[in-house]
């Protein structure tokens, strides 16, 4: 019994510090925080919620059923990070170049309570959960950490996948807790200051996603 405890959290920590580096969620909280400019106290814990729900169902799914809908379609890890990075080169280069030079317009008393949600609504799956939140090497790991704990005893795979399960409601609580309040960190910092962080942040999401990708084109080469 003390083993197998010992075994339980053993693999809750390694879940957890496995999955912390990829889904980043103190980084990621600072490279989509432009998205959310816009939204009240409230409507970011609206969208906030949504988003952390939407990334734990993401790695629930693959970590239960991952490799079986990789083998329905017949993909490949590599060719999730090579796909995964390209969208997120993509996502960097459109930041990098739409204008940041608008002057923000004030906010009259009529606009004050406008509901800003359906402006972002069609952007919380795509792309703020996957893939800038949990993307391509989140997959990775989970699909990683699931081999691992896989057994044909069925006690102890329940035992491994619920230790997993707790890692990855662990990561879900940083992704609320940071996405929720980085707003308040840049606003203290000015808006100017803002800008060339928002404009460092959307270089960062391009060279992440060109990491993502090389490393994709890598393993392919690899692999043949």
């Avoid at 993909?75 to 997120?88: R, T």
């Avoid at 317009?105 to 799956?125: C, E, G, M, R, Y």
Wanted: hydrophobic share 50%.
């Amino acid at each position: 019994m003390s083993h197998q405890l010992n075994s339980f959290i053993h693999l809750v920590f390694l879940g957890f510090v496995a999955l912390f580096p990829v889904v980043n969620p103190i980084g990621t909280a600072f490279i989509i925080s432009p998205y959310f400019s816009e939204l009240t106290r409230k409507e970011r814990l609206t969208v906030v919620k949504k988003i952390t729900f939407y990334s734990f169902s993401i790695c629930v799914v693959t970590l239960l059923v991952g490799h079986w809908i990789l083998e329905v379609f017949g993909l490949s890890v590599p060719i999730i990070q090579l796909a995964g990075g390209i969208m997120i080169c993509k996502i960097g280069w459109g930041l990098l170049s739409s204008d940041n030079n608008d002057t923000p317009v004030a906010k009259s008393s009529t606009q004050i309570d406008l509901d800003h949600i359906p402006l972002i609504q069609n952007k919380l799956f795509y792309p703020l959960t996957f893939p800038m939140t949990t993307g391509a090497g989140t997959i990775s790991v989970l699909f990683t950490l699931g081999a691992s704990s896989d057994s044909q005893n069925m006690s102890l795979y329940l035992v491994n996948v619920g230790a997993l399960l707790i890692s990855i409601i662990g990561i879900c609580i940083l992704i609320f807790i940071f996405y929720l309040n980085t707003n308040r960190l840049i606003s203290s910092i000015g808006s100017r200051n803002e800008k060339i962080i928002n404009s460092i942040m959307a270089f960062l999401i391009f060279c992440v996603g060109l990491q993502i990708a090389v490393g994709g084109i890598f393993h392919l080469i690899k692999s043949y």
